[in-house]
């Protein structure tokens, strides 16, 4: 059921840009910035217009082979049938008929280094051959919601009828990530296949020549052919958010790798673009309580805490609003520390925070304004210790006075 709510979801997402940040120019004529913690389509250019998407094709490779095989680690040795009719062109990573590898280890091969023959080994591994698994491949498309994408091979090369999009490829990874073995073989930054081979991401060099933290690229697929370009599709972490970024069809240019200077950029404008925001600071003024009978005759409640939300840099401060609920009033004996309400925080209409709040001071009494309140109490009250004084001396003094005459007349006597 949560599957279903999700397709449902996915296919209905409007691709608009959703605020009026400038992002920076692109080689790539295709691109997808999404926030996938917020679940928010950032940017997008030509989203929907179909093209080959190259080696992004083995992300679907790989997820089908995740979705479908019944035991991912489980050891097959390669033939030479499993190997036989990759295109001379694409690249390989070297694999060879009589070695035994998981199919695990075959997906890290296909994602981490774009390895043709680990794709013709992974479709022979789970399908039994190479058509009945791109079937399979296009019936997950069909279930992910990929209605512009149809594919007629493993690999990615330029085929007739083999084509995507940018939103399609958005899906196709939201949808994948979501599953654990696929997230760990896509985030996979490197792997030892055997002593004498190990897969690595190539890329990762020409971002660290930029300064890039390479830990924050979590995972990614690049691409490349004669149709597609230069492509790519990845994640990136910046503070505790990950977005997904895709690329498509930049420009191949020989000692040129658009697709990653593009990468280098998009990934700059984020972290100089998103960030937790204080929409609310300590210390803002939030409302006022009356106070009974003490020096002050309001308590001026204020925020206790920064009220922080990852928003990009333009984001619209008249959004953000609170709605109190305090007591009615302060007693003049109160302490630091009592409870004397609570407020929400929202922005665009949405719930962030709700703090309980409390007196950050003691609140004293007014002795001019104690005494003119209770003026009658306290000339009752003196009053009464008055006629209790009286009748406490009548008590005590008149048996002594009445002692005292009746000596008086008896000496008289």
Known sequence: MKKLIYLLLILFIPFISVNALEYPETYASKVLVYNLTDDENLYEKDVDVTTSVASLTKIMTVYTAVDHAEDLDKKITLTSDMLRGIPSDLYVVGIKAGET????ELCYAAMIASGADATYAIAYSVAGSLSAFVDMMNEEAAKIGMTNTHYVNVHGLD?????STANDTFKLIKYALDNKDFQDIYYKQKYELNENLTVKRWYNHKLSENGINTKNLLGGKTGLTDAAGVCFAGVYKSDDHNFLIIVLNAPNVLNESYHIDDLIKLMKFIDDNYNYYPIFKKGDYIGSID??????????VTVPKDVKLFLPSDYDKNKAYYDTDFI????YDSHKGKYIGSVKYY????????????LD???DVDIAKYIEYYTDDIVL???LIALIVILFMIRYFRPKMIAKKARKKKESM
């Open 101 to 104: 590898y998981t199919i695990r």
């Open 159 to 163: 085929a007739y009828n083999h084509y």
């Open 291 to 300: 106070t009974f009978l003490a020096t002050e005759d309001l308590y001026h």
């Open 328 to 331: 009615s009033s302060i007693m």
């Open 347 to 358: 922005y665009d209409g949405e719930l962030i925070d709700k703090t309980s709040l409390y």
């Open 361 to 363: 001071k003691n609140i």
């Open 381 to 383: 009250c003196l009053c």
